[in-house]
């Protein structure tokens, strides 16, 4: 068995984490109180939520899987949306931006590349820029107190037209808004159908201009998901990915072309993509020669953090000490922290 403590000290990087999915419960009671909101359900609920990762979808699920716990991927993203909205103010956004740096930094996580969807904080329509500046503000603060270093990816929701993404994309390119270092897109690939063209132009002017393009695929969607990010939308790293152990062409695509996955295989069986860790396939993906990271995607409603994750996952899978440290170091090679800030995080 290996030491939680030895888990944490190996200097790392998570590169699949969504600012949605880090608000610790105090950050939701307090913005709850502050705004007037009634807590969803009994305060029981949030609690299982933010504690215990009640999200298990309904058809793998083992306990009672009520409220807004239940419903998978859908269900979830709509609470993610019901809490986001309780960020009202540039001093709330900012504070959680600060309590997601303090988070990551203690589980061992010394640099983020944090996903941020402007769609989420409803607040905030029309204000988008504001919105990344106020986290620039807090991430800023983070690092002064020496708290893990923070970049951001300003994703697009898979349900946005085409237009949309080339004006949010026109918006970074004219602004380039402080952290933001790479152009993203997520939610659920099952309900939005393909979306590789739709994004393709963004993704090219996103490219052109400098910004780094990560994309979720082979979550909802099945290897095609994955084929449409590298070949039309110009990814450099997958979120998730991991379907596509379903298509040999696509494995040996991602390991020529040196793409990196980022997998979260809790997320994955608390979502219901998976249905225990047994049958999750990163140990097959890594046997593979697949270049994998092992990341939380949305710790704190799920119920966990990046360092028990890595010591759930050495249990379940037999990883040693030595595959740990190989995935801190892939993690901080894999992120889009600079050369030289990449140099004093290895
Ligand atoms: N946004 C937050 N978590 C997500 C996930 N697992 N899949 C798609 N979009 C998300
Ligand atoms: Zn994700």
Redesign the pocket.
């Known amino acids: 068995r290996i030491d939680e403590f030895d888990i944490r000290a190996l200097p790392k990087a998570e590169v699949h984490i ?1 600012l ?2 880090s608000f610790a419960l105090i950050d939701i009671l307090t913005l709850a109180k502050e705004s007037g909101s009634a807590l969803p359900g009994p305060a029981s609920t949030i609690f299982d939520i933010t504690t215990h990762g009640a999200y298990a979808a309904p058809e793998v699920t083992t306990g009672g899987g009520s409220g807004v716990g239940a419903g998978g ?1 859908t269900g ?2 709509g609470f ?1 949306d019901w809490q986001c909205g309780l960020v009202r103010t540039r001093e709330q956004a900012a504070r959680i931006a600060y309590s997601f740096a303090a988070r990551q930094s203690s589980a061992g996580v010394r640099y983020s590349d944090v ?1 941020v ?1 402007p769609t ?1 904080w409803n607040a905030w329509r029309g204000r988008e820029l504001e919105l990344m500046d106020a986290f620039a503000a807090g991430f800023d603060d983070a690092e002064q107190d020496g708290l893990c270093v923070t970049n951001m990816a300003y ?1 697009l929701l ?1 349900s946005q037209s085409a237009i949309e993404a080339e004006d949010i994309v026109g918006a970074l390119v004219a602004a380039r808004p402080r952290r933001v270092v790479a152009l993203s897109v ?4 099952k309900v939005s159908g393909r979306t590789g063209e739709k994004f393709q132009n963004a993704f090219a002017a996103a490219a052109s201009a400098g910004f780094h393009r990560t994309v ?1 695929a082979g ?2 969607s099945g290897p095609e998901g994955v084929w449409d990010a590298i070949d039309l939308l110009q990814a450099e790293r997958i ?2 990915g991991v379907r596509a152990i379903e298509d040999p062409a696509l494995i040996k695509t991602l390991i020529d072309r040196e793409i990196t996955l980022g997998v ?1 295989p809790r ?1 994955n069986v608390s ?1 219901g993509i998976y249905r225990d860790w047994q049958s999750h396939p990163l140990p097959r993906l890594l046997d593979a020669g697949v270049a994998v990271t092992l990341n939380t ?2 710790p704190a409603p799920l119920g966990t953090t990046l360092d028990a994750d890595w010591a759930v996952a050495a249990t379940e899978f037999g990883f040693t000490y030595d595959d740990l440290a190989g995935f801190a170091e892939r993690s901080i090679d894999a992120s889009f922290a600079n050369d030289d800030l990449k140099a004093t995080l290895h």
């Open positions: 969504h949605e999915g991927l979830f993203l993610l996903i969807n989420h994703s898979r997520d939610g659920d690939e979720h979550e909802s979120d998730h979260c997320s979502l995607d949305d």
